[in-house]
């Protein structure tokens, strides 16, 4: 970008409301008519020594300075008109009030908190002269009181709306309807083939764009129901809302998760689990994560902060499939957005084939366990299977790249993880070449159980009648996991009472104040949540009514009294009460995980803890444990979920009964698809064996089953007393290092802005779970690239660019993997070669590799009759 010219000469203060007027009122900051908004403003600035009263010269001017170079043409033409309503006094009180709130937030550019420090300590301290002093105080006021202060979400939100735009329409929930039905059930299909895929969201966007399209001109304008079938085109708005109801079929029941692990004969074996059972606990349990996230929408929707970067992909692939935009050049670039997608998406759509069918290698391209395919400690160091990944170059296939996300996440959140997750696997090393509790007789990184002679832990030998018994558990093993599976459990531990602390100390405004406001809502049922916000969007908002608590209110009663019912009628050997202590406990860590959420990317479940709970509550019984997992999964899963969609909505402007209505329906529909598919899954052949013909091997499930020996059959009270102490300080531990950190953040605010502990300490937890660094670090070069080098050099070209290169790599891949499952790989056709061949050939490819052998005839662990 040039350098901020210094020859601007400013007019009656950057210009006057002309005759026309404008209609500014704070209640309604962003309606107007933007296709003549041009002709109602009259600004007049000295542009290169002509005067002029053109806008288009004006954001020109603006653009080239670097003060506006990425803001899009249509809304800079929007954000020109407010700086005349905007005069010194109210934009120092605009810029004084960001600053105090935005200070200690990571997402607001350093650069813009700089500079309106300057602003604030006047014109002399700003050195730009007068002219450019006015209007950087102005711009920045009016970027955010109209618009928002974060560029990544500048680049895909209006900041204005229309309220007449159809939404709710009768095609619109038919097209909706539609695609969360087969999206339900191709996922719930898919989802237990390793590897996975699945029609993702953005999937089911290109697919129902087309399907708008159609229906827009070939249905009749009649009204059904007193809705109109047919308003005219297909809106934006309406292809947001179809992409709400949509997204709950393309994340899945959480329920079906676990169903396997339960109704298996290859794992518990209860067979009485039928389609109505299903249909139930995934009623209790979608319907209880869609009531508690509307409850909570006051934390981590509404607030600004709450920018939600994993759903920002979602609007600009949308407003790319279906908005016409003006050409302009953007760094060189004149290309428009929806052909720069089809452009990359084709190249990913054919490239998809090489690594994923042609050439494998290069999507597992452990490189360096080529050099010495035997050589154990080369494959444990750097092999990208069963070892930790540390090797520079790992793949060349999106689909790991994009494992983290890289595109879509803040620059901050990919490296504190990825910097995590480089000193996780060196604690595993040492762990492991130490022999720390016997690691180093079990491959360094994986999530199965293991019993003393070193094979996968064999649950039945323990179990009587579906409960551990103490003679045969005596008589057989204790059970012992991995380095990685011990690091990930222990550092998990950490996050949950340090991440409470750390969260609630650094968000208690946003905690207090959202409490003030629920209460404050249920004594007031007719005063919308949006008058509680007075940022751009929420003041947009308030034209619509608002969904009442009270209603999520009744949806979490209804969802709780079925939960209890299922628990009670069917022998889930599971006590209701029990599942009442694990809803609290996830509630009371859900909501400050759920304000990092918004605000970082990072999720953190707290399936792990419910696991927890169910074993020190009902101890021996796997199943119980499984339950109680489900339910504390499905809160803080499902939560997320309906609240992500939410946003969408906020982001979108979309009437909030409207989305309650569309994501309550729609969850219906999801949970009968998926029960149904689940039916059909059980009926294959090995379902979730690992020799399945067509790759049905559930890697997720067998996770679960683990775990749920070693917390739920074996029980926390033996895993923390007598086999891994270390695991059950790890609470307290989490809990004393909270304030000092806390503290060294607010007396080195400069240094440690960038760091998050919560961020590094959930980057270590990344192993275990069949994924290494090998997973990360081609991520991390994406995050360098675009996230940190182009959004700070070419802020234009990335806020163009950067979510539908996302998008259209992601979705390529999808399509092609798709073509390519049922081309090639549902009915196996082997491409035999060496660069199919080679990733697996050395010690890296087993299933089984350990430092340390057991002797033949003997065991490791603690002393034969020495557990109890």
Not at 36 to 49: A, H, M, P, R, W
Not at 561 to 575: D, E, L, N, Q, S
Request: aromatic share 16%.
């Amino acid at each position: 970008m040039a350098e901020k010219s210094k020859d601007f000469d400013f007019t009656n203060q950057l210009g006057v409301v002309s005759e026309t007027g404008i209609d500014d009122s704070q209640s309604d900051p962003g309606s107007r008519d933007s296709s003549s908004y041009s002709e109602k403003k009259n600004v007049s600035i000295t542009v290169d020594g002509a005067y002029t009263h053109e806008p288009d010269a004006i954001i020109a001017r603006i653009q080239t300075s670097g003060d506006m170079d990425d803001i899009l043409t249509e809304d800079a033409d929007f954000i020109v008109g407010k700086l005349n309503t905007l005069d010194v006094t109210e934009s120092l009180r605009v810029v004084t009030h960001a600053f105090d709130y935005f200070k200690d937030d990571i997402n607001y550019p350093e650069k813009s908190l700089h500079k309106i420090q300057l602003l604030i300590q006047g014109e002399e301290a700003y050195g730009q002269g007068p002219a450019l002093y006015d209007l950087d105080l102005r711009l920045e006021a009016a970027l955010i009181k109209f618009h928002s202060p974060y560029p990544e979400v500048r680049s895909v939100c209006s900041p204005t709306d229309d309220p007449t735009i159809p939404v709710e329409t009768l095609r619109a929930y038919l097209i909706g309807f539609f695609w969360v039905a087969v999206g339900s059930f191709v996922n719930q299909i898919l989802l237990f083939r390793q590897p996975s895929f699945s029609l993702s969201s953005q999937v089911i966007q290109i697919l129902s764009v087309p399907c708008g399209q159609l229906a827009a001109r070939i249905l009749p304008d009649v009204k059904i129901f007193g809705m109109r079938l047919n308003p005219g085109p297909w809106t934006f708005k309406e292809q947001m809302f179809v992409t709400i109801i949509t997204n709950v079929g393309a994340h899945g029941a959480v329920f079906l998760d676990y169903a396997p692990v339960m109704r298996l004969k290859l794992f518990y074996g209860q067979t009485w689990m039928s389609y109505g059972f299903t249909v139930v606990m995934g009623l209790t349990s979608e319907l209880f994560g869609l009531g508690f996230g509307g409850i909570l929408r006051r934390w981590a929707v509404y607030p600004v902060k709450a920018v939600w970067p994993t759903i920002l992909p979602t609007i600009q692939l949308n407003k790319t499939l279906l908005n016409v935009e003006k050409k302009q050049v953007i760094n060189g670039w004149s290309l428009s957005k929806y052909k720069f997608f089809n452009i990359f998406f084709a190249i990913s759509f054919i490239y998809f084939f090489v690594p994923d069918y042609l050439f494998t290698a290069l999507a597992t391209f452990n490189w360096m366990t080529w050099i010495a395919p035997k050589n154990k400690n080369l494959a444990f160091i750097t092999g990208s299977r069963i070892g930790l990944g540390y090797n520079p170059i790992t793949s060349f296939d999106w689909s790991v790249i994009n494992y983290s996300t890289p595109l879509i996440l803040p620059f901050y959140t990919t490296l504190n993880r990825y910097l995590g997750t480089l000193l996780g696997g060196i604690i595993i090393i040492i762990m492991y070449y130490t022999n720390y509790q016997y690691t180093a007789y079990i491959p360094p990184n994986t999530a199965d159980v293991y019993d003393r002679y070193g094979n996968v832990y064999n649950v039945s030998k323990v179990l009587r009648h579906g409960k551990l018994d103490v003679d045969l558990y005596k008589q057989y093993s204790p059970p012992y996991i991995s380095a990685g599976n011990l690091m990930t459990q222990a550092v998990t531990y950490v996050i949950y009472t340090f991440g409470f602390m750390y969260i609630i100390l650094t968000e208690w405004h946003v905690f207090k104040e959202a409490i003030q406001g629920f209460f404050q809502g249920l004594r007031k049922r007719k005063m919308s949540t949006f008058e509680q916000f007075d940022d751009p969007v929420s003041v947009l908002m308030r034209k619509y009514p608002e969904v009442p608590d009270w209603w999520f209110l009744v949806v979490l009663a209804i969802s709780f009294v079925i939960g209890c019912v299922a628990m009670a009628a069917f022998p889930t050997t599971t006590p209701v009460w029990v599942i009442i202590v694990v809803l609290v406990a996830s509630v009371a860590l859900l909501i400050p995980f759920i304000v990092l959420y918004a605000s970082t990317g990072y999720f953190l479940s707290m399936n792990m803890l419910s696991t927890i709970i169910g074993g020190y509550l009902v101890p021996g019984n796997g199943l119980a444990s499984l339950f109680t997992r489900t339910f504390g999964f499905a809160l803080d899963d499902q939560s997320e979920t309906f609240m992500g969609d939410q946003k969408l909505a906020h982001y979108s402007k979309l009437p909030p009964r409207a989305v309650f209505r569309a994501q309550l329906l729609a969850t219906l529909i999801q949970i009968f698809a998926s029960a149904g598919a689940f039916e059909v899954l059980v009926g294959f052949p090995n379902f979730c064996s690992y020799t399945q013909v067509s790759r049905f091997t559930c890697t997720f499930v067998h996770t679960l089953y683990s775990q749920s020996i070693l917390l739920g059959v074996i029980g926390p009270h033996r895993t923390f007393d007598e086999l891994y102490p270390i695991l059950k300080y790890c609470f307290l531990i989490g809990a004393l290092i909270a304030l000092p950190v806390f503290y060294a953040k607010k007396l080195f605010p400069t240094q440690l802005r960038l760091f998050h502990p919560v961020l590094f300490l959930g980057g270590i937890t990344r192993f275990s779970w069949t994924y290494n660094l090998s997973y990360y670090t081609p991520g991390m070069y994406a995050a360098i690239a675009f996230m940190y080098y182009i959004r700070k050099r070419y802020l234009a070209w990335w806020a163009k660019y950067n979510y539908i290169l996302s998008s259209a790599l992601t979705a390529g891949v999808a399509f092609s993997g798709i073509l390519i499952f049922l081309a090639l790989q549902y009915r196996p056709k082997t491409l035999v070669w060496w660069g199919n061949k080679v990733s697996s050939a050395g010690v890296d490819g087993k299933e089984v590799a350990t430092l340390r052998s057991v002797a033949e005839g003997g065991y490791f662990g603690v002393a034969d009759g020495t557990w109890s």
